[in-house]
C-alpha cells in the first residue's frame, strides 16, 4: 500500500446508516467508455452475461468484478468500481451470477454462495481471448464464490488469476444468515427475502415443475429460504449442509495468490469474529484489512475520495502488479 494513502475516514460511524447509505450513494457515470455486452457460455444450457469496457489506451489488465445476492452487474458498488478501474487503465468486467441482471432467459438454473463452475470458465474463457494480467474482486456473497474458488485452485490459480479481493464477505455463511435473522437486521432480511422470493415465482412461470411455490409462505429468513429452495435446488440436502460445504472460510488456507480481504468490524450482517480464522496468521497470502467502522459494504469517506474502498483496492492491485513486473526483471 502506498505510504501516503489515507486510512478510512467514515461518513457515518452508525453502522446501518453506513450499510443504507453505501447501497443508495449516487455513482460516478460510466458514459465516457462503451459497454459490450459479453455472452460466456459456461455450461451447455448456461450463459453468463458480462457487461465489459476498455480505456482508450491499451489495457494495464483486467478487473472482473461479481456482485453480492440478489444484486446485478448494475450494482453501485460495481460501478464506482469501473469508473476507478478505467480511469487508471484496467479493463473492467462487471460480471451478473447466473440468472441475474435480468438474464434468467440465459440458464434455468440459479446462483449460489458456493457455486464457483462459471467463474472459472469465465476467467478461462477471458483469458485466453484477451491475454491480459486479471484481478478477480468480489462483494458480499460474490467476495465468498471469489475466496472459495481461489482456495479450491490452490497454486494453479496464478493461471488465471495475479490476485483476489473480497470485500464484505460472510466467509462463515451459518453465522452470517443467523445475524441475518436477528431482529435489528429485519430490514435487510425482508429486502433479500422479497427480492428470493420474486425470483422463484419468476421462475415457477418457467419451470413450475422446479420452482414450486408452496413454500414460499412459510418463508420468513434466509435459512428458511435456503432450507426449502436452495439446499433442494442444489442437492445440498439441508440450509445446514448448504452452509457448511459452501462457505469459504474453509478453502482460505489453501488460496496461493495474493489476496486481500476488506471487513469493517461494524458490519451488521457478518459478525466479526468469523474473521478470527488461523488463515490470516498462517497463510502468507492472506492479507486483511478491519477497519472500526463502514457497515456492509458501505466504506463512504467523509473526505475525498469518498469511494475510498475502490482506491484501496486499486492500490492494492497496483502494488500487486508492480511486484509481479520486477520479480519478471529481476
Same mark, same amino acid.
Given at each position: 500500500?502506498?505510504?501516503?494513502?489515507?486510512?478510512?475516514?467514515?461518513?457515518?460511524?452508525?453502522?446501518?446508516?453506513?450499510?443504507?447509505?453505501?447501497?443508495?450513494?449516487?455513482?460516478? #457515470? $460510466?458514459? =465516457?467508455?462503451?459497454?459490450?455486452?459479453? /455472452?460466456?457460455?459456461? %455450461?451447455?444450457?448456461?450463459? @453468463?452475461?458480462?457487461?465489459?469496457?476498455?480505456?482508450?489506451?491499451?489495457?494495464?489488465?483486467?478487473?472482473?468484478?461479481?456482485?453480492?445476492?440478489?444484486?446485478?452487474?448494475?450494482?453501485?458498488?460495481?460501478?464506482?468500481?469501473?469508473?476507478?478501474?478505467?480511469?487508471?487503465?484496467?479493463?473492467?468486467?462487471?460480471?451478473?451470477?447466473?440468472?441475474?441482471?435480468?438474464?434468467?432467459?440465459?440458464?434455468?438454473?440459479?446462483?449460489?454462495?458456493?457455486?464457483?463452475?462459471?467463474?472459472?470458465?469465465?476467467?478461462?474463457?477471458?483469458?485466453?481471448?484477451?491475454?491480459?494480467?486479471?484481478?478477480?474482486?468480489?462483494?458480499?456473497?460474490?467476495?465468498?464464490?471469489?475466496?472459495?474458488?481461489?482456495? #479450491? $485452485?490452490? =497454486?494453479?490459480?496464478?493461471?488465471?488469476? /495475479?490476485?483476489?479481493? %473480497?470485500?464484505?464477505?460472510? @466467509?462463515?455463511?451459518?453465522?452470517?444468515?443467523?445475524?441475518?435473522?436477528?431482529?435489528?437486521?429485519?430490514?435487510?432480511?425482508?429486502?433479500?427475502?422479497?427480492?428470493?422470493?420474486?425470483?422463484?415465482?419468476?421462475?415457477?412461470?418457467?419451470?413450475?415443475?422446479?420452482?414450486?411455490?408452496?413454500?414460499?409462505?412459510?418463508?420468513?429468513?434466509?435459512?428458511?429460504?435456503?432450507?426449502?429452495?436452495?439446499?433442494?435446488?442444489?442437492?445440498?440436502?439441508?440450509?445446514?449442509?448448504?452452509?457448511?460445504?459452501?462457505?469459504?472460510?474453509?478453502?482460505?488456507?489453501?488460496?496461493?495468490?495474493?489476496?486481500?480481504?476488506?471487513?469493517?468490524?461494524?458490519?451488521?450482517?457478518?459478525?466479526?469474529?468469523?474473521?478470527?480464522? =488461523?488463515?490470516?496468521?498462517?497463510?502468507?497470502?492472506?492479507?486483511?484489512?478491519?477497519?472500526?467502522?463502514?457497515?456492509?459494504?458501505?466504506?463512504?469517506?467523509?473526505?475525498?475520495?469518498?469511494?475510498?474502498?475502490?482506491?484501496?483496492?486499486?492500490?492494492?492491485?497496483?502494488?500487486?502488479?508492480?511486484?509481479?513486473?520486477?520479480?519478471?526483471?529481476?
Amino acid at each position: 500500500m502506498r505510504p501516503d494513502f489515507q486510512p478510512f475516514r467514515p461518513f457515518f460511524r452508525n453502522a446501518h446508516l453506513a450499510t443504507i447509505a453505501g447501497n443508495f450513494w449516487k455513482r460516478p #457515470e $460510466l458514459a =465516457p467508455w462503451p459497454v459490450e455486452p459479453v /455472452l460466456h457460455r459456461t %455450461a451447455p444450457d448456461v450463459q @453468463i452475461l458480462i457487461q465489459s469496457q476498455r480505456p482508450a489506451a491499451p489495457p494495464i489488465g483486467e478487473i472482473l468484478m461479481l456482485h453480492g445476492l440478489e444484486g446485478s452487474s448494475d450494482s453501485g458498488y460495481l460501478v464506482s468500481l469501473a469508473h476507478a478501474a478505467l480511469t487508471r487503465g484496467y479493463a473492467a468486467s462487471r460480471m451478473n451470477l447466473r440468472g441475474c441482471g435480468g438474464t434468467e432467459h440465459l440458464a434455468l438454473t440459479s446462483y449460489h454462495a458456493g457455486q464457483t463452475s462459471d467463474l472459472l470458465e469465465v476467467l478461462r474463457q477471458r483469458r485466453q481471448a484477451s491475454g491480459l494480467p486479471t484481478f478477480l474482486v468480489g462483494f458480499s456473497l460474490g467476495g465468498n464464490i471469489a475466496l472459495k474458488l481461489a482456495g #479450491e $485452485l490452490g =497454486p494453479s490459480a496464478r493461471d488465471l488469476l /495475479l490476485g483476489v479481493c %473480497a470485500v464484505s464477505t460472510p @466467509i462463515d455463511l451459518a453465522a452470517c444468515a443467523a445475524a441475518l435473522a436477528e431482529p435489528r437486521n429485519r430490514i435487510y432480511q425482508n429486502r433479500f427475502l422479497s427480492r428470493l422470493k420474486d425470483r422463484i415465482r419468476r421462475r415457477h412461470l418457467q419451470a413450475p415443475d422446479i420452482y414450486t411455490l408452496e413454500h414460499l409462505p412459510k418463508i420468513r429468513t434466509i435459512i428458511d429460504f435456503d432450507e426449502h429452495y436452495t439446499a433442494r435446488l442444489f442437492n445440498f440436502g439441508t440450509a445446514a449442509n448448504y452452509f457448511r460445504t459452501q462457505a469459504s472460510n474453509q478453502f482460505l488456507e489453501h488460496i496461493q495468490i495474493p489476496s486481500l480481504l476488506v471487513q469493517a468490524k461494524d458490519d451488521p450482517l457478518i459478525p466479526f469474529s468469523v474473521y478470527d480464522h =488461523p488463515a490470516f496468521s498462517g497463510n502468507p497470502h492472506l492479507r486483511l484489512i478491519a477497519t472500526d467502522h463502514g457497515g456492509h459494504v458501505g466504506f463512504i469517506s467523509r473526505r475525498q475520495p469518498r469511494f475510498w474502498l475502490d482506491e484501496l483496492l486499486l492500490d492494492w492491485i497496483a502494488e500487486i502488479s508492480n511486484k509481479r513486473a520486477a520479480a519478471r526483471v529481476s
